[in-house]
């Protein structure tokens, strides 16, 4: 068990009178990628902010490397090597696209990839000097992943990272996470079924703040269930 | 001797007198003034402020205008009730005039309407200063002398100012909660091209918003023209208080507003009869800033939400 | 970028230029007119580096002004302290950049921004000028102290004595230049770039690793350092500093002074407050009660007419005249 | 009914639309479609006067709106369902309708026609509920609801699938024709999920940098190479 | 601009080459410069109008009886915008580019200190013509107005005799009366008395209740005001409507009264001043018609515009005797000579530089405008142990 990263036991979150989240588990091991799924509303994004430390479970843990992140400032939890790519893409609009890798660089204490690097991993090379607020939409979310993983991120979280892309630059963007499978642990929120088929991973789906099912996503995709209250029908 | 240590000892001696319903009556009753007057001044800026997001640093003039608009209808020899009607009205036509020429080209920029504002403000006073001379104005009240209330005798005319600031504030309530005209306000606050998209007219909601504030803060100014100094240069007595009030209530609701009232209005009266004033203008400044340090959303957050 | 970076450069030059031949030309009098404005250029240019980077006004700034001014006044009219001047420069440098810690602390690590920065600042500013006002026993009231000796020190070697006109001008001027270069230099490299990522979106700065917080307290902290140094400097040269000097007209009017300049120019800044103290004088010397009419559509004009300040009209000129070459 | 004559419109110096000749006519679905980046959406904001056209004309019925403020286009009928919904999160369902009533003031009775809640009986069931704490596909629901209480003669979906999940858009794809027919009104659908646009439009729209390039029915866009041809799929 | 300022620069090198050459005043083709640093904006500029006039008047009486040794007297005016900084600014300019003889003017305490921080440093002569607190002492410094102990000294027997026993102080929180209340509470005590409480209130202040509600409490016999400038308007109108039976001792004037105070409400307050327009002698008699024959028929004048006017009568008297301009002459000469002003005959005290003055108590007119005078008693000779020269 010595590989697990993130460890989410028995976690549930009340605000006020609601029950938002229930009873929910998830581990994450070094290097593995999982995807959450499920309709609006069932607390995925409250989910991931849990994950991330940015609010506090009213149940259960939430454990990173065996520590206790909730609540901890935001940056901390960066420096401990946990990195977010929001829904809404948030680059820095006035900085160039290479200013805002150097700038993701700059928040950790040894960043290793040259920013040359980064910015043909995430194919933006001929772009350099561009502001980052005159890019296209995908590609602004490809920056964003860009500076993700400048900061060298031992854990990968994504929220929703295909909205608003078409489909052959989903398709593009699950290509681009594959092949980093293999460097960090890589867990994404997604609607997009299209998105998480291609990555075929763990995958986990909510429902009203409770785990419909978790497995294979093929397995997944079959469950009478899931089709009911998600996928619906053909 | 220093005068001071004096001072402190007379108010505790000052503490121990028998008639104790006297003086929690005329605490109470002062502190009331005083949350009143920071209420209405607060009000207006608790629109354009809070909801609008227009940091309008020119509000105090509005208060300036409005009780300037008494001086000139008593000096002219009209009442004083005449007078305070004309108050809002000379702060609505100011305020909408400003609206109209410099804030609705800036609300995308807010360090503009700071600037530009604050420019307003000075060559409103100025303006002032040069159409009806250097030096206070004179207001009389429209009645003197006291009444009596059982515990203490307290001047009446405080009494009739608290009375209206009330009313006003239960009006506004009445019309942002009951009206469909609050209802267009409150749209168009929370996403303004979405309200335009349903076919509100933004820019009017917005001015009319606007101008209302100003009017508020206009009747404020004509209820204080009786009790305080009359210049052009008053409005900044107000201004620092009135954002405090908005800032530390929560922006965005008319509770946060009465909160934040009774927290600046309720301490200053308060600590004022404890400790040196100037100690107490102090305290209740940082307190606010800590208020606002540990409480960031108001202390009535969640309320309108 | 490079090129923007080399007009800057140039402007530098040509006004470090003329600081350095206007000795030549000017008598003694003129020589303390300009050293004085350029002094406030440096407070200008201390506002600049905390509103230009981070976009958030700072509505009390002649707090920090006033603070170290009235450091280095204690410290410079009590005898029984050595080194007088020096130890007066650090203290009114510490004091200021102390008080700026605490409140700042109370600020930025609150979630405080925008225009609630703003609001509250300029409550600090009037809380300082009333503090000096009442607390007569240590600042000596409403009518402040006064006798405050010229800078005067020796280090060493090195002997420092400002009470000539031109040491001290040659003194205030290398310290502007100075201070200015080093302030350009850390805005336009790395520190520059994170402030300006986290004007931009201060959450994700935070979720890359920046301590967003104390990145602005640091500025701030800095900014005020430099506000508390110009009012040393300032009260050394005027000889006694007076509760205004940390007030709400003093706060307003840097803001001018770094609008008009040009914010974020850093050089922008001084230049204004040079030109606008000037402009006052002569104008107030002229008709007294033209002056705030003049400062307020001052204000107005900035704003829609040039927003970026004097600065950019070079700036715009050689866009204009750049455009006609190509459109020819 | 809604007519577009060669409008262009950009960002700043960026143009986006190149001379887009649009038309659609009551109780028609038209479906728009293209990458990101074509110009679908900007289209969309420039009918229903978000931006300002830098040249061509918008024309409804027989007035000429293209001068006219995006209010006075509402009131007028152009009803428009951006990206995202722009739900009043703090106001209630009934609220939200309410206020989508305003557009008709010169025209209808003011009143939240009865049908609204026909085609979506949850906003009934939910109406003093705060709309922000309703589900994504509660709220596009509100949000075409909304549009409808202005009764409008033309409704502009931006992407009303998205962030819904998909049992929810199968009876989006439903609704809207029968939106459509039944009452009158011509609705220009800009979608990027295909499925969704191919059930429910009855013509097509591709456009590419800014023009329209390509019009077909839904039938002739199921043939998967013209697919991939013009969007690259 | 450029001009104008060669002209000024030839005008002194000739005037130091002239001062070389014969060291005398009698040079008619020059004039005497009078730099005069007045708040024209700013807080105080109610006062600093009637000041400037008085400085205008006395600079046209000198002129039409040929000036001051034959020399016309030149007015250079200068708004110091009631700031330590414009104060600075001004006092420079008047000394280095105008090149005035002697500085006069300004009102409150830190257009004082600034503008005396750079006559001291210049060696300038400085005249201060307001009531001040007193503590600052220069060789050049000259002040024409009372300070607290010739005020309050005299007076606080007579409160106790005529007034009652116990006072309650609110004030504005600065130095000036804060010195005073120290003052009235060491004279006061010696007389019998006793001040039962002080609050100080910042500038700004608009509500003053707390303050009456003490004074209901405290039951004072008298309630003595230094709530100054501004804030002086918002007390009294809400000390009035607190129906306050106590008499109220203020430090107004009838200027202030005129210009600030809504009609009536300082009528029946107390207040000491060296100068009322109420005196009657001849000399004020005189001084008055010919103000408000210049300045307007319905204009006040008060202590500090008086103060003012003899400033400049007493510099032109001493410097007419000195037959120099040169400001140690002047200052050798200043105690020598004796001015009878308005308020009666002044002179300059050799050993602080400060002016002989009258204290008067006035009591405002049911007008609430004028005064009468409820008491004079005389002039009183500063005495400063703090300050020699």
Known sequence: ?234 | MRPKACSQACANASQVLPDTMDFVVTTLLNALTLISILMLVGLGLAISFGLMNVTNLAHGEFVTVGAFAVYFVQSVGGSFWLGLAAAPIAGAVVGCILEFAIIRHLYSRPVSTVLATWGVSLILQQGLELTFGLGAKPVTPPIEGTFDLFFTVYPAYRLILIAIAMLTLLGVVLLISRTSFGLDIRTVIQNREMAEGVGINTRRTYAIAFTFGAAIAGLAGGLVAPLAIVLPQMGVNYLANAFFVVIVGGVGSIGGLVAGSVFVGGLTSVLNYQISPSLAQAIVLLAAIVAVRLRPNGLFNGASR | MIARDRNWLLIFAVCAALAVVYPFIADGYQLTVIRDALIFGLFAASLDFFWGRTGILCFGHAAFFGIGGYIMALVTLNDAIPLGSLLGILGAIAGAAFVAAIIGYFLFFGGIRGSYFTIVTLAMGVICQQAAVSWSSVTGGDSGLIGIPPIAFDLGEIHVDLSQDLPSYIFVASIVAVVVLVLWSLSRGRWGAVLTAIQDNEVRAAALGHNAPLRLLVTFVLSAAIAGLAGALYVCMAGLVAPDLSGLLLSTEVIVWVAVGGRGTLLGPVLGAIAIQRAQQTISSFNPSLWPLLLGCVFVVIVFVLPDGILSIYARLKSLFKGRRQAQ | MLRTLAVSAGYGLLPVLNGIDLSVAPGEVVGLLGRNGAGKTTLLRVIAGGLKASGGAVVLGDQDLTDAAAFRRARAGIAHVPQGRGIFNQLTVRQNLEVGTRAAMDRGDGGIPDDIFGYFPILREREAQIAGTLSGGQQQMLAIGRALCGLPSVLLLDEPSEGIQPNIVQSIAELVPRIARERGIAIVLVEQNLDLVLKAADRCLVMEKGRIVHEGTPEAFADESLLKDLLAL | MISRRTILKSGGAAAAFAMVGAPSILRAADTVKVGLSIPITGLQAILGETLLNCYKLAAAELNAANGIGGRQVELFIEDNQTTTKGSIDKARKLINEDKVDVVMGTIISPERSATLSVTSKAKKLFFYPTNFEGGECNRYFVATGPIPMQQVDPMMPWVAENLGKTIYVMASDYAWPQKMTEAITAAYEKAGGKIIGADYYPFGTTDFGPAFQKIKSLKPDVVWSMVVGNDAVTQLKQYRSFDIKQPLIAPLDEVFNKDALPPGVAAGTYAPQPYWMALDNPVNKKFIASFREKFGQEKMVNGIGEAGYNGLHLYALAAEKAGSLRDDDVLKALPTIEFDAPQGKIRVDASNNHTLCHSYVGKAAADGISYEIAKDFGAITPVTPYCKV
Not at chain 1, 41 to 47: E, H, N, P, Y
Not at chain 1, 83 to 107: C, H, M, T, Y
């Open chain 1, 1 to 234: 068990m010595s590989d697990v990263l993130l460890q989410a036991e028995n976690v549930g979150i009340r605000f006020g009178g609601l029950q938002a989240l229930e009873g929910l588990n998830l581990t994450v091991r070094d290097r593995e990628l999982c995807c959450i799924i499920g309709p609006n509303g069932a607390g995925k994004s409250t989910f991931l902010n849990l994950l991330t430390g940015t609010l506090r479970p009213t149940s259960g843990s939430v454990r990173f490397l065996g520590h206790d992140i909730a609540g901890l400032p935001l940056h901390r939890i960066a420096r401990l090597g946990i990195a977010r790519k929001f829904q809404i893409p948030s680059v820095f609009p006035s900085l160039s696209v290479e200013d805002n890798l150097k700038v993701a660089r700059w928040g950790t204490s040894s960043p290793v990839r040259p920013v040359g690097e980064l910015l043909d991993l995430v194919a933006l090379g001929s772009r350099a000097a561009t502001l980052a607020g005159e890019l296209a939409h995908g590609q602004k979310q490809w920056l964003e992943i860009g500076m993700a993983l400048a900061i060298e991120p031992r854990l990968l979280l994504l929220d929703e990272p295909t909205a608003g892309m078409t489909p052959q630059e989903t398709l593009a963007t699950a290509q681009m996470l594959l092949r980093l499978k293999g460097e960090f642990s890589i867990v994404a929120v997604e609607h997009d079924i299209r998105f998480v088929r291609a990555l075929n991973c763990e995958t986990l789906v909510l429902h009203q703040g409770r785990r419909l099912r978790s497995g294979p996503f093929h397995d997944i995709e079959a469950d009478e269930m899931v089709r009911d209250v998600y996928l619906g029908r053909r």
